[in-house]
């Protein structure tokens, strides 16, 4: 980051950098969310959660669930509440990034309003991978059903055996026979695969294993039906299964998929990386600012409400300044994040690459901390089903591995600012 | 703490403080025990683990594992590797705290051994009440089989509506009719309670509403199977139910024992507090430090076994500072924990209970983010069933409320400190 | 902080809130500031260095040194590069928060260039005061000087004896005598008061021993020159007593001043703060970002250019991680201090005060981090009189007490956010 | 470290380790050394700071300082309180490290204890050394006066020009010829060579360009007045040249002393480093316990005695548990530098070089904290010569490069735990 790159002004194009402003095309959105939010999804999450409650068969949905949250996307899709996340995209909002970050934020406040408003992960990742580089038949096939809300999508990157956070140690290895790649490898961590909505995973195999080292891996279809493609079991994540969406083990044996499934050719699976992860993982930052939010109005509720040695806990010992440094790594991150999307709209992802490892690398530890603080203020409390706070916790301390751990982050950023010098 | 309570010489009863050697008496015990838990623990808990694979009924134990732990305790009680944790008591061992230091360290890094050695928590902490102040009557009844390790025992402080951080907010009541106590009210996070083989509670209630307000509150043991016992359900720990055990959410409605089975007296529940509380504290740390230990040679094997970008991930960006801090601390760590264990020795649970609360604030806070990193060195893999470390974190982390939150022993610590001015 | 107050789209006012860009017409007035310390300010500053070396009075300038000064802040007057701080206002250069707050940043990071273009704390501060509520005869005798850079003022505030953290504990006392005020009593720390060129104070002062709270204390104007002024002595900052302009200790006896140099009015002490306070708190912030650059610079060009094991420093052990987080902490601190001065142009002082106080209390807290990570990347040169590095900690730790510690604006903070819910 | 090097029992040489105890034999001295700092030391150092007060030629000492400092070491050598440093040594105390550590603890809470007990770094290291290794003739020559406290000595090893933390990279040349080392080179932050005392210095130098890596640096004594040797000026510690011991700046230009000079060999300076590093740090971390107790002492008392927002400044925030944590990590270092003084005693200074690299890499930065933390509580005036808070922030501050920059002792202790596994 050259000191110049920000405080430019007008004649200069980097100084839109600065203009954090959402459009006022997209505020009426803004505002239709949060009411959407407040009217259908916070009512329906309550019915849902309801509807769980007894349900013996984890690995499936209970009765009564998938049509309650049929019933809320279809109102969603009518009410235009869909799609927000593909920038610049006909087939989408057309939202540009920044516009998005503001909406994402409301929608890390609730658990289900991503998924009702069909702006959830992964699917958001894969829908634009297949916008940008799918060839019609691809998108014929699996990005209009999932523009529709109709299927479920899981993207297969980690591996049991090896250090994925270096994406050149992915092994999984696709061979190509007779015009069909021949899939062989085991994956971990697969999110959303144990979901029965998920029909197609989009996955990085090896395909070559001495070409240069940047093209050696490319990007691949696998429906999840394939014959040999087997779901071991589920990974918890700090004791929670997820189910039935899951966190899937799932080996790879012999699957056979079409030469045409592959991703914008073979090798450039780096290439898709650059494209998905920038969205991925400022839409990840943008959903934990929201959560962040829940956590500190978590705190200061408990805090406001509970009394111990004569005082309310929010002003008990270190607790007031907890949460008024809360307060300001919120309003830090958040400005990071909409600089990150801004940058994305104004300098493409490729530029933008930078401020988006930054937040990436950021934001996720801190809301941890946040969150962990908000838990302490509750007690055992805190770490019940009955606050959101644990699965807020779970939630968020994954995103400090998923779409590449923290220090990977760092050390992209570290090696720029070496480089400016 | 005076400057000058530490560092004195032959002549100055404090010195021996600064005596942290396990006794000669109990080294072949330490010994004992570590080649127990290698030969006798570790199989079968993996047994254990491979009787519980498929076990549908979760609040029951998986057929046959009850019947290889007995086998695994008898063992142990027929080796005399029983009932450590008792201080100067002719029912135990007879260790000192210090000597039980060291074995609860090596007890804290097996899951089941504690229990095994029939040391576990609240059991120990229950006992030791038991022990001091229990009426023959009572020692009957509910001391002997928890030493025989035929039953196991709860300890109900927590409640769902006031802060008990501050123990005299508790507010489940106890009135005496007709020589009976009637208690009513409720308690959550009641370890322990919703294994099979519990069969009683020791129970804070408030006694008094108006009186000195030190002298409110009683502790009564409260069996099980007292009709108006009702199991409302389990609380969760970051997910996880910890079935059969439990943490149980405890609703209590005219319930009624005889007033006999009020302990040491009617407004004396702060006494057995401070009976119970030193010990109970302190072995949570000791085994803590165990646990730490296995969180760094997680995180020191998998640092050594991954290779990203050229590396083994220990020697990649700062890990290799991440794994001495670690160790720093666990060293700094064990030192403490077992001087609070030696001032227990020598000064008396009252005297020592600065120390107790130093090690008690620190400790849990500390392994903490020692386990943290070692999950986020495996990447996702680190939040998965296949470590140990959710686990660890998960309980660790629960210790930073149980027996009194960080922030109440660092108000007792900082209190201190500011009298001896 | 309302979730609402940030994210609003164009029809609510609060969204200009985040329009962080400089305006058109300033950024040419910043690139001719950097090109002014560039040509200028940085030579001079090298020359001032060069007089100064061997002068033995440390309480008078070198000879030379004033007059290369005066030669630069003539240049400066004639290029219009001149009292750019005072927002809205007809006697400076009308910049509006925000615009200053990109040239500020650039201010920070030269020693000398803030008083070249008159802008120098606490004659900035003062300025504002005495432009907002000075009446006509103040503004004559001592707006005006100021304005032109012919002399200098001090703002006497702290006091030896008390916490004046708590700004009510301020107890030098002034009483109404004959038409004139007699003011006794003692300041510490009154930066600037061993200049030469510095003529004027205002003074902190108690008028009312119990009236109404907040309506005992007020602002006065002390001439350095009054009798019964005495300079007791320097006041050190690590050591360094920044001579000749020093932070003075001084001793108030019978001071007798006219009783029309009261500002605003008796009892109206804490107004004037409110309007001080915040300008001067975020010029501080502003400042400090351009010296975190600074550190942050040499810890790259350190890094980068010394060897240890083989490798460079800056991609030794976990450096490279420190420099990521150094860049994001500016980035998000840059964004802030933006946002906070945004508010200001948009809502006034007064209610952007929450704003301002979370920009005080975390960018010096985090500078100094940086600035220390980057004498630690230099090892013991980092201390020397060879890099701006200890001077730039002295001055940034100095800033987590002026202007209210840390301490204080968190607590501001906090309350306030308590309050939202 | 082995997990089983704690915590073993009576057969078990390394449980000694774990025995903290200060010897009986050494109490008295312990007292005799606080009742002679409190009777003796103090209020001497009361006399040299008011006969230092408008002293003008700093790089001399005010008449009369030498005097009183000289008579209170005649009173010290009398009485027996004299050279405690050297363990199992004819000359000195013959003190083991561990019951040395205790009196250096007491000797780190005042300023000029250690001068007046010959304990003073570098003196200690250098006379460890010569005691050591040096031939009869060295001993007579600088032993005896450095024992007898007559004249002072240096050690000089970091260099401008290279990262002299890779002890590798020392660069300054001493060549052979006709008999005599002709040395030329620089060197940084000579720290006591000011002194007008200071007769000697001990000096790392390369005396082999092309050898086996570890075999091309020799130690070299290089009396202060030899023609060649410069004193340049003197480096800065925080804008502090702590006059008139000083930290100077040394060129060297071909320096010729006798071939004799060499100490214990050719090629074996890092031999020497081994022994003296051991002893010099973790005598550098014990005076640092003493340190952070001031500092914790300052803490309380102004927390106590100063009032804001209606509460002691000790009660309000954050205070109280800063409080603790301080006291909670004072005594977990303290019981490190214990065990790593302890490890010296049995395990030789080689094999307890990981505990004193723990000791190193912790006890300087969590001093540094606590002593800022007390600065905090002052307000400016904690970082006035009005408290010792900056001065021992400045050496403390400096210990996190002296004798090795924390990252290069946690590297060590990093690699050793990788290699245990």
Not at 237 to 257: C, E, K, N, Q, W
Request: charged share 25%; hydrophobic share 35%.
């Amino acid at each position: 980051m050259s000191n110049d790159q920000d405080g430019m002004g007008g004649a200069d194009p980097q100084d839109q950098l600065n203009d954090l402003r959402m459009s006022e095309k997209a505020l009426p959105l803004l505002n239709h969310v949060k009411q959407f939010i407040r009217d259908t999804v916070d009512p329906m999450h309550e019915e849902w959660l309801t509807l769980g409650e007894g349900h013996e068969d984890r690995w499936t949905y209970a009765p009564g669930q998938l049509e309650i949250l049929q019933t809320a996307k279809d109102k969603a899709k009518e009410e235009g509440l869909w799609n927000f996340f593909l920038p610049d995209s006909e087939t989408g909002e057309g939202l540009s990034n920044l516009d998005y970050a503001f909406i994402a934020i409301e929608l890390g406040k609730s658990p289900l309003a991503s998924q009702v408003m069909n702006c959830s992960a992964p699917d958001t990742g894969n829908m634009e991978v297949l916008e940008r580089v799918g060839t019609p038949e691809q998108k014929e096939k699996w990005l209009q059903p999932l523009l529709d809300g109709e299927i479920r999508s899981a993207y297969a990157m980690t591996e049991p055996d090896v250090a994925t956070s270096d994406a050149k140690n992915v092994s999984t290895s696709a061979v190509l026979e007779n015009g069909e790649w021949v899939i062989n490898g085991e994956k971990h961590y697969i999110s959303g695969a144990g979901d029965p909505r998920c029909k197609i995973m989009i996955m990085m195999v090896k395909t070559n294993d001495d070409g240069e080292r940047g093209r050696n891996h490319s990007q691949i279809l696998v429906p999840m039906d394939t014959p040999g493609v087997e779901v071991v079991g589920p990974m918890h994540v700090f004791g929670d299964d997820h189910a039935p969406a899951g966190h899937m083990h799932i080996r790879l044996t012999d699957v056979r998929v079409p030469e045409s499934n592959i991703l914008l050719g073979e090798g450039r699976g780096f290439e898709i990386s650059q494209l998905r992860l920038g969205p991925g993982r400022i839409h990840h930052c943008m959903r934990t600012i929201g959560k962040a939010e829940v956590a500190l109005d978590y705190m200061v509720k408990r805090g406001n409400s509970r009394t111990a040695f004569g005082q309310p806990l929010s002003k008990l010992g270190g607790n007031l300044e907890k949460i008024s440094r809360a307060r300001i790594e919120i309003e830090s991150m958040r400005l990071l994040v909409l600089k990150a999307a801004k940058a994305m709209d104004v300098l493409g992802n490729k530029e933008a690459r930078i401020w988006v490892s930054m937040a990436k690398a950021a934001v996720p530890e801190k809301a941890c901390k946040i969150i962990d603080q908000a838990i302490q203020i509750h007690g055992a409390y805190g770490m019940s089903q009955f606050t959101p706070l644990p699965d807020l916790y779970a939630d968020v301390r994954h995103l400090r591995f998923a779409d590449g751990p923290d220090e990977v982050h760092h050390m992209v950023v570290g090696r720029h600012e070496l480089a400016q010098h």
